[in-house]
């Protein structure tokens, strides 16, 4: 009863102040919004049909290769081709992320093919970005095609030349005929090559293997990053008590130092577990994340962050002598157990150090849980575990928080 | 003098604050050092995690293929020693727990290679589907061993294609049977495409818009992420300290200060002076340190200190206009919260390391001061012409003139 009594206190006195709001719950949603847009970047590529655009200048038109080439890329599902317009600024164009590549095919290309090494094309694309990465990587595996499709046609001149050579039934050789033959059947055939890789039943060709909603990175992420940073408050209000003697004269009651540090505690998951609720609600009815695809599997997810964020405010609040101290620590929590747990980016973009790390950190284990959910589309047999991980690293924080924790200053 | 004096009595009280100090040097940094352990130095891809795949290989071997097995091949290119970095590689027999692990998570990519896969590079069977099963909440790993998967097969698939063109080019020319030089064919086929494949540039010449040669931008990525987060709290740092008139009219030092012989502009010059100071030492010490630490090229001198200008004088003058709207020193940390929060954001200080945003976020920014001034600083880190650095320089410049004038006709009306 009395461990209520402290609770209620506790968020009796957060609901009353202002800030509250602010802290646990504009600033994670605005957050939720900006990093979503920022995302949807990543996950969408091109305009319309999400592929990449690549733009193409050739300076060798009238070249049967050369122009055999647009033909090729414009034929390629990976990409889609666009012609350059005859003042465009390239620089601009690809900045402005309008072209996600420029191809330059310059004079003498299509001839050069025919010889024993031809120059590699001018591209100009930004490799830094997703969108150019994916437009490179497209235009690199159709122009390897294209080469193939050169050399095939190069060969079955060869074949022909060297047959009516040795037969007598023949006229003379139209190479040309055959090489344009030879080349229109390679490309034909290329569309629909004997091997080809497919994402689980769907052709590599035009699936995305990138997760459709940007929101289901950045929802989960800004839950686990503002749980933490949610507790600046309720480890504030601890601070303060210590401060102003409030602890020690609760002390001075019948009531148990556990009963206090419980008291606190619960009231900590409480307010966690409602900043998560709401966000949880937001992403799922207006994000359009789906988190109630599994609620049982959210639940348990939530609850263990939710224990594990307030065990941490309580270590917070009771390493803390100043409610600057506890600003600090919260920010610093803040950032290194989002950026370490994959709240903000992925871990599998990272590094191998930093990717190992996180995946040791609460924050990774609450992020895994989320996505097993919303991404891999898996139910509570897939969170128990990181949910365990979670409990497990609430009961080190909570030890280590009561073993610290001092009611007076 | 007293200029002098009340700025530094506040420069002082700034300095001594351990809160303001983490929040002026240890936070930047620290973000910024979680991005450089995320990513590296030389760029994202280059240390990433080996891949975790697990293969199973199905295919079966089709008589008078020759030494054509292409399910082995595939396998033996994934695991071999040029490829170690990238993937991790285990064998299954069984296509179901090779899928059950990458539910599980233990793999991020099936590979499941058919039966018919040699029947199909030699042209017995019909076409053949190598499948991928990946884990749907990765993007990077999946991405990978389809490229080395696609790229792999498709010197099988060319010379599949080249057997099927020349024969039916020689049945075209009259022959009726050409199995000899198609296999020919097939096999100059595949000794091009080994000679070509894998070969860096060798179909394409990669630049930057800017026309330098494509490479690796984690410094570059690293500048942004650090000029962003230096921005963001050298705002918060001018707002913070700017509370110090509001704080100092309720305790009643203000008032005291205005019996004595000491006019309110002077007051108010002080102040500025002192958030200005404040402000100029944590720029240095974050330009030195991102020099230092992150090698980080902050760009010639001129527009470095072009740049350290716009952003001091702008976060002076922010500081002071914010702070003359509060009420009092309570209402001052959700106001900057919120405020520095929403414009930060706007003003793509939170998003420097993305590259590849809307083009029309470029012109959001410029809605907020804070956009302008990281204009201001992106432009000195790509070595801009001063032609094209002064426009938002002046702008900065004038942004600050008039939040200052506005925060200061509000102070003195209401301290004065």
């Known amino acids: 009863m009395r461990i209520l009594s402290i609770a209620f206190k506790d968020i009796n006195q957060l609901a009353r102040d202002r800030k509250s709001v602010l802290f646990l719950l504009l600033m994670p949603l605005a957050f939720t919004l900006f990093f979503g847009l920022a995302y949807r970047s990543f996950t969408t590529t091109g305009e319309t049909d999400g592929r990449p655009v690549v733009a193409i200048d050739n300076r060798d038109a009238g070249d049967v290769l050369s122009d055999d080439l647009v033909t090729f890329l414009a034929a390629a599902p990976t990409l889609r081709l666009e012609e350059l317009g005859a003042d465009a600024d390239v620089q601009k164009l690809v900045e402005g992320g309008v072209m996600n590549a420029v191809v330059t095919v310059p004079r003498g290309y299509g001839a050069s093919l025919l010889g024993e090494r031809a120059p590699p094309l001018d591209v100009v694309a930004d490799a830094g970005t997703a969108e150019g990465t994916s437009a490179l990587t497209a235009l690199d595996t159709s122009v390897q095609r294209f080469l193939g499709t050169v050399q095939i046609a190069i060969l079955a001149q060869q074949a022909v030349g060297d047959d009516v050579a040795d037969r007598t039934d023949v006229g003379a050789l139209d190479s040309d005929a055959v090489m344009?033959?030879?080349?229109?059947?390679?490309?034909?055939?290329?569309?629909?090559?004997?091997?080809?890789?497919?994402?689980?039943?769907?052709?590599?060709?035009?699936?995305?293997?990138?997760?459709?909603?940007?929101?289901?990175?950045?929802?989960?992420?800004?839950?686990?990053?503002?749980a933490i940073y949610g507790l600046i408050l309720s480890a504030m209000l601890l601070v303060l008590e210590r401060k102003t003697g409030a602890l020690a004269r609760l002390v001075g009651t019948p009531t148990s130092r556990a009963e206090i540090i419980a008291g606190?505690?619960?009231?900590?998951?409480?307010?966690?577990?409602?900043?998560?609720?709401?966000?949880?609600?937001?992403?799922?009815?207006?994000?359009?994340?789906?988190?109630?695809?599994?609620?049982?599997?959210?639940?348990?997810?939530?609850?263990?962050?939710?224990?594990?964020?307030?065990?941490?405010?309580?270590?917070?609040?009771?390493?803390?002598?100043?409610?600057?101290?506890?600003?600090?620590?919260?920010?610093?929590?803040?950032?290194?157990?989002?950026?370490?747990?994959?709240?903000?980016?992925?871990l599998e973009v990272?590094?191998?150090?930093?990717?190992?790390?996180?995946?040791?950190?609460?924050?990774?284990?609450?992020?895994?849980a989320y996505q097993s959910i919303l991404l891999r589309d898996q139910g509570l047999g897939a969170v128990l575990q990181p949910a365990l991980v979670l409990f497990g690293f609430a009961l080190l924080f909570f030890v280590v928080a009561t073993w610290r924790f001092e009611p007076t200053t | 003098m007293k200029v002098i004096a009340i700025a530094l009595?506040?420069?002082?009280?700034?300095?001594?604050?351990?809160?303001?100090?983490?929040?002026?040097?240890?936070?930047?940094?620290?973000?910024?050092?979680?991005?450089y352990a995320a990513f590296g130095r030389s760029g994202a891809g280059d240390d990433l995690a080996a891949v975790r795949v697990q293969v199973v290989n199905l295919d079966a071997r089709v008589p008078f293929a020759g030494d054509v097995e292409a399910g082995a091949q595939l396998v033996e290119h994934l695991s071999s020693p040029e490829l170690a970095d990238l993937l991790t590689v285990e064998e299954r027999v069984d296509p179901e727990a090779a899928r059950q692990a990458v539910d599980r998570g233990e793999a991020a990519v099936a590979v499941i290679v058919p039966r018919n896969l040699t029947?199909?590079?030699?042209?017995?069977?019909?076409?053949?589907?190598?499948?991928?099963?990946?884990?749907?909440?990765?993007?990077?790993?999946?991405?990978?061993?389809?490229?080395?998967?696609?790229?792999?097969?498709?010197?099988?698939?060319?010379?599949?294609?080249?057997?099927?063109?020349?024969?039916?080019?020689?049945?075209?020319?009259?022959?009726?049977?050409?199995?000899?030089?198609?296999?020919?064919?097939?096999?100059?086929?595949?000794?091009?495409?080994?000679?070509?494949?894998?070969?860096?540039?060798?179909?394409?010449?990669?630049?930057?818009?800017?026309?330098?040669?494509?490479?690796?931008?984690?410094v570059?990525?690293?500048?942004?992420?650090?000029?962003?987060?230096?921005?963001?709290?050298?705002?918060?740092?001018?707002?913070?300290?700017?509370?110090?008139?509001?704080?100092?009219?309720?305790?009643?030092?203000?008032?005291?200060?205005?019996?004595?012989?000491?006019?309110?502009?002077?007051?108010?010059?002080?102040?500025?002076?002192?958030?200005?100071?404040?402000?100029?030492?944590?720029?240095?010490?974050?330009?030195?340190?991102?020099?230092?630490?992150?090698?980080?090229?902050w760009g010639g001198g001129l527009a470095l200190a072009l740049a350290t200008l716009a952003l001091v004088t702008t976060a002076t003058g922010f500081g002071l206009w914010l702070m003359s709207l509060v009420g009092s020193s309570r209402q001052s940390g959700p106001v900057i919260g919120v405020v520095l929060t929403v414009t930060g954001m706007a003003g793509g200080l939170m998003t420097t390391g993305f590259t590849n945003l809307p083009s029309a976020f470029d012109h959001v920014t410029l809605f907020t001061p804070q956009g302008w001034v990281l204009r201001t600083w992106k432009l000195g880190l790509a070595h801009a012409s001063m032609e094209e650095l002064l426009p938002p320089f002046l702008a900065c410049l004038a942004i600050a003139a008039a939040l200052f004038a506005l925060g200061a006709r509000a102070m003195r009306r209401r301290f004065a």
């Open chain 1, 350 to 368: 990272t590094g191998r150090a930093f990717s190992t790390i996180g995946h040791l950190t609460p924050g990774a284990w609450a992020m895994d």
């Open chain 2, 220 to 297: 570059g990525m690293l500048s942004l992420v650090l000029t962003g987060m230096m921005i963001f709290f050298v705002f918060f740092t001018g707002a913070n300290t700017a509370t110090s008139i509001v704080r100092e009219h309720e305790e009643g030092t203000l008032a005291r200060l205005h019996t004595t012989p000491t006019e309110p502009s002077t007051v108010l010059t002080g102040k500025f002076c002192a958030i200005a100071a404040t402000l100029l030492v944590q720029v240095l010490v974050l330009v030195t340190a991102g020099a230092l630490i992150f090698d980080v090229d």
């Open chain 1, 180 to 226: 344009d033959a030879a080349l229109s059947s390679a490309r034909v055939a290329w569309r629909e090559p004997p091997i080809v890789v497919s994402a689980s039943g769907v052709p590599t060709d035009t699936a995305s293997l990138s997760p459709a909603n940007p929101y289901a990175q950045a929802s989960p992420g800004m839950i686990v990053q503002f």
């Open chain 2, 9 to 35: 009595k506040d420069v002082r009280r700034n300095l001594r604050s351990g809160m303001l100090l983490v929040m002026m040097f240890a936070v930047p940094l620290l973000v910024t050092a979680l991005m």
């Open chain 1, 264 to 346: 606190h505690v619960l009231a900590m998951f409480v307010v966690v577990f409602l900043q998560i609720a709401v966000l949880v609600t937001f992403g799922q009815f207006v994000l359009g994340v789906d988190y109630l695809a599994h609620p049982f599997a959210v639940l348990l997810t939530s609850a263990a962050l939710a224990l594990w964020s307030a065990s941490l405010g309580l270590l917070i609040g009771s390493l803390s002598r100043t409610e600057d101290h506890v600003v600090v620590g919260s920010l610093i929590a803040m950032f290194v157990f989002s950026a370490f747990g994959g709240a903000w980016f992925p």
């Open chain 2, 119 to 218: 029947a199909s590079a030699v042209g017995t069977a019909q076409r053949a589907t190598v499948e991928l099963y990946s884990d749907p909440a990765l993007t990077v790993g999946p991405s990978i061993v389809r490229e080395i998967v696609t790229g792999f097969l498709d010197g099988f698939n060319g010379s599949r294609i080249a057997a099927d063109v020349v024969t039916r080019q020689l049945r075209e020319s009259g022959r009726a049977a050409a199995t000899g030089e198609a296999r020919t064919a097939a096999t100059m086929y595949a000794e091009w495409f080994e000679a070509h494949h894998d070969r860096p540039d060798a179909s394409l010449s990669v630049r930057t818009p800017d026309g330098s040669v494509a490479e690796g931008g984690m």
